[in-house]
């Protein structure tokens, strides 16, 4: 199985220090030899990418890899994780981060704030973002990878009833792109109640809702039209995703 997520890395440039874990569980009865490989770029690709960690998870069994707690993950920089099984076993890829700033001055919140979420299993060329903030919303925003290894895709953010778009991008090959949902587009009251991210080809999205003071509210997969969707497993055995290791 392959499961891409994207998702950034420890960073304390705003006030708001981010952690982040990749948890890999094996629920077969054979154990699984696992790559997680990371896919430098932001919006455009990046340099070389880092080897990647290399897991033998036994059965019933889970494996946590720590990106802060790792040489080769640079903090602050865009990275794409592409976590595959290389010995047919599947796998469940599961992406844990943790935002850490001064407590709040309302309510007497805790000072951090925790997301999971499941990596994706297709690229699609229409995602859905269901719910796109709160009240206490900050920007809202869609991450979008761009596994195809030799073409751009032009992508576009759009309110579901059509209109013009809110944002758009160019990705490159293997690159990630964000796009932020303008303030104005909300009309000064509250978010619309969802938003659609279409491309010229499969891409993976996912949403980010943060409140207002810059922490994570979540960080999960949107979700995918299943009319064109390619899995990802079946792209990385085809040599078209972006980032895929080979088997060994």
Same mark, same amino acid.
């Given at each position: 199985?392959?499961?891409?997520?994207?998702?950034?890395?420890?960073?304390?440039?705003?006030?708001?220090?981010?952690?982040?874990?990749?948890?890999?569980?094996?629920?077969?009865?054979?154990?699984? *030899?696992?790559?997680? @490989?990371?896919? $430098? &770029?932001?919006?455009? %690709? !990046?340099?070389? /990418?880092? =080897?990647?960690? +290399?897991?033998?998870?036994?059965?019933?069994?889970?494996?946590?890899?720590?990106?802060?707690?790792?040489?080769?993950?640079?903090?602050?920089?865009?990275?794409?994780?592409?976590?595959?099984?290389?010995?047919?076993?599947?796998?469940?890829?599961?992406?844990?981060?943790?935002?850490?700033?001064?407590? *709040?001055?309302?309510? @007497?919140?805790? $000072? &951090?704030?925790?997301? %999971? !979420?499941?990596? /994706?299993? =297709?690229?699609? +060329?229409?995602?859905?973002?269901?719910?796109?903030?709160?009240?206490?919303?900050?920007?809202?925003?869609?991450?979008?990878?761009?596994?195809?290894?030799?073409?751009?895709?032009?992508?576009?953010?759009?309110?579901?009833?059509?209109?013009?778009?809110?944002?758009?991008?160019?990705?490159?090959?293997?690159?990630?792109?964000?796009?932020?949902? $303008?303030?104005?587009?909300?009309? !000064?009251?509250?978010?619309?109640?969802?938003? +659609?991210?279409?491309?010229?080809?499969?891409?993976?999205?996912?949403?980010?809702?943060?409140?207002?003071?810059?922490?994570?509210?979540?960080?999960?997969?949107?979700?995918?039209?299943?009319?064109?969707?390619?899995?990802?497993?079946?792209?990385?055995?085809?040599?078209?995703?972006?980032?895929?290791?080979?088997?060994?």
């Amino acid at each position: 199985a392959t499961t891409t997520t994207t998702a950034t890395t420890a960073s304390a440039s705003d006030g708001v220090a981010r952690s982040e874990k990749i948890v890999v569980y094996n629920p077969g009865t054979r154990r699984a *030899r696992v790559d997680v @490989g990371l896919v $430098p &770029g932001g919006d455009a %690709a !990046g340099g070389p /990418a880092p =080897l990647p960690f +290399r897991l033998s998870v036994g059965a019933g069994s889970y494996e946590v890899v720590d990106y802060g707690g790792q040489a080769r993950v640079a903090a602050g920089q865009p990275y794409t994780t592409v976590v595959r099984s290389t010995n047919g076993v599947g796998v469940v890829a599961e992406r844990v981060t943790t935002d850490a700033a001064p407590p *709040r001055q309302t309510g @007497g919140a805790h $000072p &951090g704030e925790v997301t %999971a !979420g499941p990596g /994706a299993r =297709l690229a699609a +060329r229409s995602w859905l973002l269901p719910t796109v903030g709160t009240d206490d919303s900050g920007p809202v925003t869609a991450v979008v990878f761009n596994p195809d290894p030799d073409r751009t895709l032009a992508v576009r953010l759009l309110r579901p009833g059509g209109g013009g778009a809110l944002a758009t991008a160019e990705v490159a090959p293997g690159a990630r792109a964000t796009l932020v949902l $303008p303030e104005e587009a909300t009309g !000064g009251t509250d978010p619309p109640a969802a938003l +659609r991210v279409t491309a010229d080809g499969p891409v993976v999205v996912d949403c980010l809702l943060a409140t207002a003071d810059g922490r994570r509210q979540s960080l999960s997969p949107a979700l995918p039209a299943l009319t064109g969707a390619r899995p990802l497993d079946a792209l990385a055995a085809a040599g078209d995703l972006a980032g895929a290791t080979p088997p060994g």
